[in-house]
């Protein structure tokens, strides 16, 4: 084994790490309590800041069986690897990591970030995609 896998034994664990480093700055600074789009202003800039490269309110095209059906927009996609999906609720519930799940699948991505700005504490799950077929979900 590498010896940065045993540091970072995760994909993108040096990026998440930055992020979520960022999202505890933000929340320190803040608190709890705001609208999800000042945590999203404010995560923007401490990212900017902190020399991330991301695109905020990153459109996808959202497909049924090859039939494009909507689109969704995901809160930032950073480094062009990673998707961050934030939310200021006062607890995360499946429904959100749920959510988190399919933008990476609907995005064809390894790896993303959900991260909750509105409870006391801020909390942040890494979220990967998933092994099963889709039909299996």
């Known amino acids: 084994m590498h010896q940065d896998e045993v540091k970072n034994p995760y994909k993108y664990s ?49 497909k049924y069986k090859g039939f494009d059906i909507g689109t969704r927009r995901v809160d930032f996609f950073v480094e062009e690897k990673v998707m961050v999906e934030i939310k200021a609720v006062i607890q995360l519930e499946d429904v959100h990591l749920a959510q988190a799940i399919n933008y990476l699948e609907a995005y064809g991505l390894e790896i993303g970030l959900l991260i909750n700005f509105g409870s006391k504490s801020l909390q942040f799950k890494r979220v990967m995609k998933s092994i099963k077929p889709r039909s299996e979900l």
């Open 14 to 62: 040096d990026i998440t790490r930055k992020v979520i480093g960022c999202a505890m700055e933000v929340h320190r600074y803040l608190g709890n309590g705001f609208q999800e789009v000042i945590y999203q202003r404010a995560l923007a800039l401490e990212m900017q800041q902190q020399g991330l490269s991301f695109s905020r309110e990153h459109e996808m095209q959202i």
